[in-house]
């Protein structure tokens, strides 16, 4: 079984963004106050969750965990505020989901903890009554930083972009995890099993599960180069990566020949929009086989 790392000593990869967090983490801690707030954006499985959760780790403090959409007014996420304490952290998941009413509500929150509650006094008078919070580390992961207003992204102080893996990074992750799950494979395996995770931990651990799942049902002792082909090719998985969406879509493109729009490739394979634009497309630029442009996506 697969385990969450819970600081980031665990995490590998990404060195970056993790010296950064410590030398941020280690002031805040210093100062014992409040760490500024964080905005991690990255595609999807790249970890967004698992660093939220090692900052609060590493703060030595609780985490709050909320799915942004789950929050559908301002209301929803009153109470999770008002109950949090000095110092901790509140990590909003899929950020980009809440109402832009639910984001405006937030910006005295997230700058000055406070907030204001309209009431009415004794004499029937609207007033403005504000509440004091405690000092707190907002944390929102992203897949679309672009769809977060302005103002509500300036009052992150930490942005922080999580990158694609390289496959010696995945392969670290692998090598981890096999040890974990009993699973016994050579090097040329994992290094095999990790070019084909598409640079992406979550990936790799499912790729992982499903390879552990046939080396059971085969009653294999060890997993080969020739097993892990095989087991890959019943998904419908290349050593590449490249799912059979992939492949018909690469195809369809070579087949006309020309820049189609989007709308054209998502009817004629019957793939929703949302899947090509973000699954299927990045994996394509990366290994430089499409090219987007203002007329439509075309076949290199």
Not at 195 to 211: F, Y
Request: glycine residues 6%.
């Amino acid at each position: 079984m697969t385990t969450r790392p819970k600081y980031f000593n665990d995490i590998i990869g990404q060195d970056k963004v993790k010296e950064a967090l410590s030398i941020a983490i280690k002031s805040a801690k210093t100062r014992r106050d409040a760490l500024g707030h964080v905005l991690i954006d990255a595609p999807p499985g790249l970890g967004k969750t698992t660093f939220s959760v090692a900052i609060g780790n590493e703060l030595g403090v609780k985490t709050k965990q909320i799915l942004g959409g789950n929050i559908k007014t301002f209301k929803d996420i009153l109470p999770v505020v008002t109950n949090i304490k000095e110092n901790e952290v509140l990590f909003i998941d899929e950020v980009h989901r809440l109402s832009k009413k639910t984001t405006e509500s937030l910006y005295t929150i997230l700058e000055d903890f406070r907030f204001d509650i309209p009431s009415e006094n004794e004499k029937g008078e609207k007033e403005i009554l504000s509440i004091d919070l405690p000092k707190f580390t907002l944390i929102g992961a992203t897949t679309e930083a672009g769809k977060l207003p302005q103002p509500f992204r300036d009052r992150f102080k930490l942005k922080f972009s999580l990158s694609l893996y390289d496959y010696i990074s995945i392969a670290k992750i692998i090598k981890s995890n096999s040890k974990n799950m009993s699973i016994a494979m050579d090097d040329e395996s994992i290094i095999s099993l990790a070019k084909a995770s598409r640079g992406t931990p979550r990936i790799a651990n499912a790729l992982l599960e499903w390879v552990r799942d046939y080396g059971i049902a085969k009653d294999l002792k060890w997993i080969t180069q020739n097993d892990l082909r095989q087991s890959l090719s019943m998904r419908g998985i290349g050593m590449d990566g490249s799912t059979e969406n992939d492949r018909r879509y690469l195809k369809f493109l070579k087949k006309v020949d020309k820049p189609v729009g989007i709308s054209t490739i998502s009817s004629a394979l019957n793939i929703d929009q949302e899947t090509i634009e973000s699954v299927i497309e990045p994996f394509l630029l990366r290994l430089n086989l499409i090219c987007k442009s203002s007329k439509g996506r075309i076949a290199l």
